[in-house]
């Protein structure tokens, strides 16, 4: 039923529920499995956004997606890792609208309370806007 599926993490606690969830999945269904980090970032210009630039982001190295993919690699799923910058509920939808997945996964919510107000939820966004099947882990 799932042949492409698409976790996005961030490092949370929640997150890692999702991962766990998504490569059950994978392994199951013998899925392809995307893990996507994206790093919110601010443009010059942008109001209410709490990030990094993009210049700050690039240089940044993200040690929980190596993580994650050692846990996919150990449970027996191929996974490959992207990283993307900017705003996190926007940009999963953006990359599901142009490299069709079956499902999406995603934490019921990853970052501090505060950013997700400025932010809006990211899984309410994709729940509503991504193009594909999505299960958000509570």
Known sequence: ???????ATDGSAQAEK???????????????LTILSV???????????????????AKMEVPFL??????AANH????RTLTLYGHPGQVIVDYLNG???????????????IQAFLMGSV????ANLAPCAVLIVK
Request: avoid cysteine; proline fraction near 3%; hydrophobic fraction near 45%.
């Open 66 to 71: 190596r993580k994650a993919q050692e846990y």
């Open 18 to 32: 999702a991962l766990k969830t998504a490569v059950d999945l994978a392994k199951t269904e013998e899925a392809v």
């Open 1 to 7: 039923m799932f042949k492409k599926i698409m976790v």
């Open 123 to 126: 899984a309410y966004k994709v």
């Open 76 to 79: 027996n799923v191929d996974a």
């Open 39 to 57: 790093t919110p970032v601010t443009d010059m210009g942008s109001e209410g956004m709490i990030g990094l630039s993009r210049a700050e982001a």
């Open 99 to 113: 490299h069709p997945h079956d499902l999406a996964v995603l934490g019921h919510r990853g970052m501090s309370n």
